[in-house]
């Protein structure tokens, strides 16, 4: 079984109990207490072995077994022992009745060897002895009091505990010994009053013993020391004296006196005695302020360029209770000293100029700033020496720079200037400067006309030139850039249909087939012009195109066929007839020759002339022939034509009449010319 115990305000015990129940086979009986509950009582300071009482179990009747007893439960730390044979409870060890003033025993009985058992409960009441003094927590303190407090006043309680019970542990205060009547103590409650106001002039300090006695026999006593100090009342604040301006320059060194910072408190002692503090502004930790003496320090290098002026609120506090405090609110100004080089709100400034302006022209303006202040920060420009520099000048005051000449952008284009801002804060600062380059672009103007490389060009071509053949490619340039020194190529005069140019390149190009023999010589007028759209400028050259021949035609009789009557008689050597041709190419393509096609014996043909010469007799009167006269070119590749010759005498007509009276034929279509 689990037992739980559970006392009468309802707290269970700390732990439960088990119990084990044997039944046995037969009926035994126990030896039972006489009585069911014991309660004894023992001193705390009984010595070990000191008696306690005796419990006591009867056997049953008739029975000769001998009881024996054992405490089983109550005693976990054996500060008890109880006699087997007789049943008698002693201490074994020292009793505390603070650390426990009651315990509860369960005492067991035992017949001989048998496994009955019965038990009572034994209740020992540890009785208390004064054997502790009372107890203040510290064993000695102070207090402060004011002399405007009025009698009656409580201005301490004193407290201490005693561990005993009853009047062993009731406490009762008193002052063992006095300086003044000035104080009384509640001798229950502890509470010091004043009895009288204290005069300030007077003793300022005094000494109280408290005597803290329990009610014990005999009675045990403890000791307080009370010191108490009289104050005069905080009534009035501090009050600054000092200058709120102070003035420091930027480049002290770490630890300099910036400020000496004084307040006054008229109140006396501490609550007179002022400390000094730094409220905000100081968020850097750029100063230190030394809370006693009021000296505020530099904590750090200062620079003016980053914080010129610091507002420090600083608070005097006095040490009242409680305690007073002003504020102030300090400005410091940092006076600037010649540390900082002036710097070009940009190193490199691009910037364009038109050329052909007068001198005087504003090209760019430069500004560099100096972080310094007054005149540590006053700048003068001025250019350096360098490529160019002395087309130009610069304002040292605006640092705006002019031309002080006209610029030509095809003689310079471009110039790369280096330019000076500097500056001197005072005889005695170093010169600082600093640098930036100018790169300045000359912008055009369209001042220069498309040139060619001569003013009259002169081509030869022959005349057999395909369609679309490219002649001569003119080629012009401009000195000037963009749209300016573009060139653009055209054609002003009557080509007659046969050339063009090509606007980009230059290039001319006939448009069709030429014919020396229709038109020899073509001459005409190219312009070159630039793209400019304001103000386009242009140049015009002429040319010539000489055609040169080609073996390109038939020579041509100017009489096909010929018909000659030739009397009889005709002497030899005589000539008979001329054949004439003519041929329209130049040179020896239009040189005919004569030939005759076939052997002849009579006749004979001049080469040159063309002239039928006889050379033998007529052989009768009625005498007719036909000759086939070729006239042939002297071209490298000879083009030829034949005509026909009929010699006839006087007394023979000829008829002439075709073989037939109708002649078909067919050609196909794109045939080329000339094709037989």
């Not at 201490?91 to 005492?107: F, G, I, P, R, Y």
């Not at 026999?217 to 009050?239: A, C, G, H, K």
């Not at 170093?430 to 009259?456: C, G, I, M, W």
């Not at 002239?611 to 007529?618: K, N, S, V, Y």
Request: aromatic share 6%; glycine share 6%; charged share 20%.
């Amino acid at each position: 079984l689990t037992v739980s115990a559970r006392d009468g305000g309802g707290l269970p015990s700390a732990s439960n109990a088990a119990v084990t129940v044997n039944v046995l086979q037969t009926v035994l009986v126990p030896a039972i207490f006489e009585r069911s509950r014991y309660s004894f009582s023992v001193p705390e300071d009984a010595p070990e072995d000191s008696m306690i009482g005796t419990v006591k179990a009867r056997e049953p009747p008739n029975s000769l077994e001998v009881v024996s007893y054992r405490i089983c439960s109550g005693d976990p730390h054996g500060k008890f022992s109880i006699d087997p044979q007789f049943g008698i409870i002693r201490t074994q060890k020292q009793l505390d009745h603070e650390a426990q003033s009651v315990v509860v025993l369960t005492v067991q009985s035992q017949l001989g060897d048998s496994p009955i058992y019965s038990s009572t409960q034994v209740n020992i009441s540890v009785t208390d002895i004064n054997d502790n003094p009372p107890l203040f927590l510290t064993k000695s303190d102070k207090v402060t009091i004011s002399h405007t407090q009025p009698p009656g006043t409580a201005v301490y309680i004193a407290h201490a505990e005693d561990k005993d019970s009853g009047l062993n542990g009731a406490i009762k205060y008193s002052i063992a010994s006095k300086q003044s009547d000035a104080f009384s103590i509640d001798p229950s409650l502890g509470v010091v009053n004043l009895t009288r106001t204290v005069v300030a002039e007077k003793q300022q300090e005094y000494t109280l013993h408290i005597a803290a006695e329990d009610c014990g026999s005999p009675p045990l006593t403890s000791l307080l020391i009370v010191m108490t100090r009289q104050y005069n009342i905080n009534d009035n604040s501090p009050s600054f004296t000092s200058s709120p301006l102070s003035y420091v320059m930027e480049d002290v060194e770490v630890g300099f006196l910036v400020h000496h910072i004084v307040a006054k408190d008229p109140d006396e002692g501490r609550n007179g005695q002022v400390t000094y503090h730094i409220l905000s502004g100081n968020e850097n930790k750029a100063f230190v302020l030394d809370k006693i003496t009021g000296l505020l320090t530099t904590a750090q290098f200062l620079d003016r360029e980053v914080q010129g002026r610091y507002s420090l609120t600083v608070m005097a506090l006095d040490d009242g209770s409680p305690a007073r405090s002003a504020t102030q609110v300090l400005t410091i100004i940092v006076l600037d000293v010649n540390d900082e080089a002036p710097g070009f709100l940009k190193q490199l400034y691009e910037s364009t100029v038109p050329e052909n302006r007068d001198p005087g022209e504003f090209v760019v303006r430069v500004e560099a700033v100096d972080q310094d202040a007054g005149l540590n920060s006053l700048l003068q420009y001025e250019i350096l020496p360098g490529a160019g520099y002395e087309k130009f000048k610069m304002n040292s005051d605006s640092g705006e720079l002019v031309t002080t000449a006209s610029l030509d952008r095809e003689t310079q284009e471009v110039f790369e200037i280096s330019v000076n801002a500097s500056r001197v804060g005072s005889e005695s600062s170093p010169l600082r400067s600093s640098t930036a380059q100018l790169y300045l672009t000359v912008l055009d103007e369209n001042d220069h006309s498309p040139l060619f490389v001569k003013t009259q060009y002169q081509i030869s071509v022959t005349e057999d030139l395909e369609e679309g053949s490219a002649i001569l490619d003119l080629s012009a340039s401009d000195e000037d850039a963009g749209l300016n020194g573009e060139v653009m190529y055209s054609l002003i005069d009557d080509t007659y249909g046969a050339f063009t140019i090509d606007s980009v390149t230059g290039s001319i190009v006939t448009t069709k087939a030429l014919d020396r023999e229709t038109k020899s010589q073509y001459t005409f007028r190219a312009v070159a012009s630039d793209c400019s759209t304001h103000f386009p400028r242009s140049t015009t050259i002429s040319v010539v195109v000489h055609v040169n021949d080609v073996n390109d035609n038939d020579p041509v009789f100017l009489q096909n066929p010929i018909r000659v009557f030739v009397p009889a008689e005709t002497a030899v050597n005589e000539t008979v007839a001329t054949v004439r041709a003519d041929d329209v190419d130049l040179g020896s393509n239009g040189a005919v020759v004569f030939n005759l096609m076939m052997a002849e014996t009579v006749f004979q043909v001049d080469v040159k002339t063309g002239d039928i010469i006889l050379r033998e007799p007529l052989a009768s009167k009625d005498f007719s022939t036909q000759l086939l006269v070729t006239a042939s070119d002297q071209g490298i590749t000879p083009r030829t034509a034949t005509a026909v010759v009929i010699i006839f005498t006087e007394e023979q007509e000829e008829v002439i009449s075709f073989s037939h009276s109708l002649y078909e034929a067919s050609v196909p279509e794109n045939s080329a010319a000339g094709g037989h």
